[in-house]
Nanobody, 124 residues
Framework: VQLQASGGGLVQAGDSLRLSCAASGGSFSTYTIGWFRQSPGSERDFVAT????????KYADSAKGRFTISRDNVKNTVDLEMNNLKLEDTAVYYC??????????????????WGQGTQVTVSS
């Protein structure tokens, strides 16, 4: 499966942004899809993930209450709605596809396919 992330940009603290991950070339509904982010010099950190059905969602503590992940298995997309953005949310955001269930997909290693990343910059 090939993934294409989009929707990043430059916003001010407190603003909202919606990222989208579009999939092609594979059985999208058989993958757990997650969002990760990476700042320069840092590891690629987990942000949120959604189960194959879209019913189960997991979030990093930093994302809880502000970010919402959702998926559409007809359109083959997974969105990440980000509200009340903070300076520390600045990073390149990546979507990934994992053949494992959501409980096993809270770290980077279970993800076998990645999109190219989209830059999110939050300014004061």
């Amino acid at each position: 499966v090939q993934l294409q992330a989009s929707g990043g940009g430059l916003v001010q603290a407190g603003d909202s942004l919606r990222l989208s991950c579009a999939a092609s070339g594979g059985s999208f509904s058989t993958y757990t899809i997650g969002w990760f982010r990476q700042s320069p010099g840092s590891e690629r950190d987990f942000v949120a993930t959604v189960s194959r059905s879209g019913e189960v969602k997991k979030y990093a503590d930093s994302a809880k209450g502000r970010f919402t992940i959702s998926r559409d298995n007809v359109k083959n997309t997974v969105d990440l709605e980000m509200n009340n953005l903070k300076l520390e949310d600045t990073a390149v955001y990546y979507c990934g596809a994992s053949p494992f269930g959501v409980a096993q997909a809270l770290t980077r290693l279970p993800y076998h396919h990645w999109g190219q990343g989209t830059q999110v910059t939050v300014s004061s």
